[in-house]
């Protein structure tokens, strides 16, 4: 019999915001996960939610700990908030997800495996989309300056990936098991300067410090599909310049969204990532608006530049790369 010292002691952490029954859904499923010998604790960081969703929890889940947010955390820094409250909890290790999650029920005990086998390494689970679960989903991005920035996979599958575990640039943040000693050495995500995609800076940052960055392809976790609308390349000129010049001169455009300058907005799923910038603000007088938003569609459009889609109502734009 294993005692409670010798509990290897893992802390769960997500952020939510209005999503009540995703929220549960995902509570459901990491309830008829595989606990042997782990001691499982979850915190939920909820921002400001006015769905009931802190209600529900505590009426089915009563064990989970809840962290209140006024609604201004944002992804990052609701992370942030919850690994803090993790902290607290002297764990072993911390599993940051989304909570747009299903989870194969081996999936902890295996990543944890991973991490012992291998000394100094974070490790993220093999994402998949739940519509299409041979899918691969959001794994293992990688650095391309002359394709404009990162580049996922979205040709492969479950078949077509390494059978072991194997080494990458960046974990996105999905499902992403940290040694707590890789915290407590690293310290927390970039809240200020990436409120949205703390994790595309976060795990880069360990690696440039020693520690290993993994995907295990055995811990399986099924993820909710991006809802993207049509691609630019497929709008009309006319109609793709109307939507670039009716934003206000004095925003950035990123690769991961359309943001006023020094202004982060609300995103619930964090789909896109801020790895490129183009900003319209301190150029030359003489360099009119429409010529600069001419160029920058002219780059969308080119066969060197990733696919572009407007992301949202906001009109922020997600750079897609795949490659095989």
């Known amino acids: 019999m294993i005692t409670e010292e010798k509990l290897t002691r893992v802390?769960?952490?997500t952020p939510v915001h209005n999503r009540r029954d995703i929220t549960l859904q995902c509570l459901r499923s990491l309830s008829r996960v595989n606990k042997d010998g782990l001691s499982v604790h979850v915190v939920i960081v909820d921002d400001g939610s006015t769905d009931?969703?802190?209600e529900a929890i505590r009426a089915s889940y009563p064990e989970v700990e809840i962290v209140s947010g006024d609604g201004n955390l944002w992804f990052t820094a609701g992370t942030n908030r919850g690994i803090e409250a993790a902290l607290k909890h002297d764990p072993d290790f911390?599993?940051?997800?989304n909570d747009d999650e299903v989870f194969d029920a081996e999936f902890?005990?295996?990543?944890?495996a991973t991490a012992r086998r291998n000394p100094r390494s974070i490790v993220g689970a093999l994402l998949l989309l739940w519509d299409e679960p041979h899918r691969i989903f959001q794994v293992a991005p990688r650095w391309e300056t002359f394709s404009g920035g990162f580049r996922h996979w979205v040709k492969q599958t479950v078949w077509t990936v390494p059978a072991k575990p194997w080494e990458v640039e960046l974990i996105v943040g999905n499902c992403v098991l940290f040694p707590a000693a890789a915290i407590r050495e690293n310290g927390l995500m970039n809240e200020k300067r990436f409120p949205h995609f703390g994790d595309a800076e976060y795990t880069p940052r360990m690696r440039r410090n020693g520690w290993k960055l993994l995907v295990?392809?055995?811990a399986r976790v099924f993820c909710q599909p991006n809802n993207l609308p049509p691609r630019v390349r497929k709008m009309g000129a006319k109609s793709s310049f109307g939507r670039f010049s009716s934003i206000s001169a004095t925003h950035t455009v990123f690769a991961g969204g359309f943001s006023p300058t020094g202004t982060a907005r609300r995103t619930d799923s964090k789909r896109c990532s801020p790895f490129?910038?183009?900003s319209f603000a301190g150029r030359s007088k003489?360099?009119?608006k429409e010529a600069t938003l001419k160029r920058f569609l002219s780059r969308l459009s080119s066969k060197h530049m990733p696919t572009a889609s407007l992301a949202d109502p906001e009109r922020r734009v997600c750079l897609k790369s795949p490659y095989s």
């Not at 911390?94 to 997800?97: R, S, W």
């Not at 902890?108 to 944890?112: D, E, G, H, K, V």
């Open 276 to 278: 490129r910038s183009f």
């Open 94 to 97: 911390i599993l940051t997800i």
């Open 11 to 13: 802390e769960i952490v």
């Open 216 to 218: 295990d392809p055995s």
């Open 108 to 112: 902890l005990q295996r990543m944890i």
């Open 286 to 288: 003489k360099t009119s």
């Open 52 to 54: 009931g969703t802190s």
